[in-house]
């Protein structure tokens, strides 16, 4: 039989390696929850691009709406304008008209 000086050597062996392997584990579970944590990050920062993407594309797209109606809404006050002034130049050359030709009367 094993004396009891080789029973607590391989006791203390057998410590020595568990001690081993957690303190291994602990350093790779370290180091998977390192690599996690800048994969989170990565992704992070992906998603946050990606939403300002989307929302300089909203933007862009809200500035051309805007753009469109602004260029509307001139081309309606050119046409509105046109047709009073084409009016105000008819009213123009009746009243013109019409003292020319009270003055004949008159004259």
Do not use: P
Request: proline share 0%; no cysteine.
């Amino acid at each position: 039989m094993k004396t009891t000086a080789e029973k607590l050597k391989k006791v203390k062996e057998a410590e020595d390696r568990a001690a081993e392997i957690i303190s291994s584990s602990r350093s790779e579970a370290e180091e998977l929850l390192r690599k996690a944590r800048e994969k989170a990050e990565a992704y992070k920062e992906e998603e946050r691009k990606w939403a300002r993407l989307a929302g300089e594309q909203e933007l862009e797209r809200r500035l051309e709406d805007a753009r469109r109606e602004a260029e509307e809404i001139r081309r309606q006050y050119s046409e509105k304008r046109e047709r009073l002034v084409a009016t105000a130049r008819e009213r123009l050359g009746e009243a013109v008209a019409l003292l020319l030709g009270k003055m004949e009367e008159a004259g």
